[in-house]
């Protein structure tokens, strides 16, 4: 049990790769408020995790509403140890043809998104008064272009956002580690045409799709003691799609 008496905050819960990162949480022993714009869907998902697992209705692109699902992990569980910045949405608008609406809104959950589920979770971790982590997601197309401006620019920012908060919570004993997942079996994935997809395989080395529980593994060894004297990185899970 590598995430015994921890208690977590995830958000984009309800299916995908943060559903899978509260199923290997809870198995690994943590309590976990699992956040998601869409709570009908989060509610269905994690049925089965009974008392474990709290679903809370939360727009990581409102300020208002993260520090009150945030607020549910202290009311709730008594504190707050790590949390993993999820929730993101994609496009496939070209460059030229993006709306300024679509732009404001990947980076409003991408990106502020993710400051805001930062900041209020390092303020209610530092509260709880232990160590505790931070787990931003991210993307190869930060990396490597392959994706919409909008979502490349998002990306690329989650990597610096973790940097920046990374030195500045270390005193602190908060650690930031920014997780860059290759083409994932989601549905975020499933929204993309076919032919787009089978270009991004081409690129992956290990010539198939990563799967969500590949990812939540790696998010149960940043969150635990194993990952103690990491922060501040980025973590690709990619099949060497490209190198950090
Ligand atoms: N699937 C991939 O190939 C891939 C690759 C690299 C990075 N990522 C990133 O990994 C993360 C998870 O991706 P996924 O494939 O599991 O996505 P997904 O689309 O399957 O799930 C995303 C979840 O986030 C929720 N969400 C969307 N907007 C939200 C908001 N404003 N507030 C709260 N919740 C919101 C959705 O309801 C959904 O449950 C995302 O940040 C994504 O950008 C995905």
């Known amino acids: 049990m590598k995430l015994q008496n921890k208690v977590a905050f995830v958000t984009g819960a309800g299916q995908g790769m943060g559903l899978a990162i509260v199923r290997s949480f809870v198995a690994e022993g943590a309590r976990v408020v699992a956040a998601d714009i869409d709570l009908q869907t989060l509610q269905q998902a994690v049925a089965e995790f009974g008392d474990k697992v709290l679903a809370v209705a939360c727009n990581v692109a409102d300020s208002a509403s993260v520090t009150a ?8 569980f008594g504190g707050l140890h790590i949390v993993v910045n999820n929730a993101g949405v994609g496009s496939l608008d070209s460059f030229l043809e993006t709306p300024d609406e679509s732009w404001q809104r990947v980076i409003g959950v991408n990106l502020t998104g993710t400051f805001f589920g930062a900041r209020e979770g390092a303020r209610l971790i530092l509260k709880t008064g232990e160590c505790g982590c931070i787990i931003n997601m991210s993307s190869t197309s930060a990396l490597n272009g392959e994706g919409p401006n909008h979502y490349c620019a998002s990306k690329a920012g989650v990597m610096g956002l973790t940097r920046g908060i990374a030195r500045e919570l270390a005193a602190q ?8 997942p290759g083409p994932t079996n989601t549905q975020m ?4 045409p076919d032919e787009m997809v089978a270009e991004l395989l081409k690129a992956v080395p290990l010539g198939r799709l990563c799967e969500a529980d590949e990812i939540a593994r790696v998010a149960v060894f940043l969150a635990s003691d194993g990952a103690s004297f990491i922060t501040g990185q980025n973590i690709a899970v990619n099949g060497g799609m490209s190198f950090i």
């Open 189 to 192: 994935l499933a929204s993309i």
């Open 173 to 180: 004993g908060i650690r930031v580690n920014t997780l860059v």
């Open 69 to 76: 699902a945030v607020g549910e992990a202290e009311r709730v």
